[in-house]
Nanobody, 116 residues
Framework: QVQLVESGGGLVQPGGSLRLSCAASRSGSRAYYMGWYRQAPGKQRELVAD????????SYADSVKGRFTISRDNAKNTVYLQMNSLKPEDTAVYYC?????????WGQGTQVTVSA
């Protein structure tokens, strides 16, 4: 069993920045695929960014390329999402996901609101 706990969400003005963190409860997180997803009201959950187990490969949704950066610290069992130049359309609940040996786990989500 893996538990994921997200933090770092909040209210920010357009153009501002936030950093989300996702801490995994079990050691050995280097074995995890990890990703950040988001779900806005009335919309489907979508992949924002993901990162390979080593951290050497990343991918991003087109809507966040050049503004968001995903990274991981396997020593701390944590994955991060640095979000810069935030826009109102980035407003959503952001979820962390880990996949271990074919089993997927979700965090509880953290709200990000971008508004003046």
């Amino acid at each position: 069993q893996v538990q994921l706990v997200e933090s770092g969400g909040g209210l920010v003005q357009p153009g501002g920045s936030l950093r989300l963190s996702c801490a995994a409860s079990r050691s050995g997180s280097r074995a995890y695929y990890m990703g950040w997803y988001r779900q806005a009201p009335g919309k489907q959950r979508e992949l924002v960014a993901d990162i390979s187990t080593s951290g050497g490969s990343t991918s991003y949704a087109d809507s966040v390329k050049g503004r968001f950066t995903i990274s991981r610290d396997n020593a701390k069992n944590t994955v991060y999402l640095q979000m810069n130049s935030l826009k109102p359309e980035d407003t959503a609940v952001y979820y962390c996901r880990a996949v271990v040996a074919g089993t997927g786990y979700w965090g509880q989500g953290t709200q990000v609101t971008v508004s003046a």
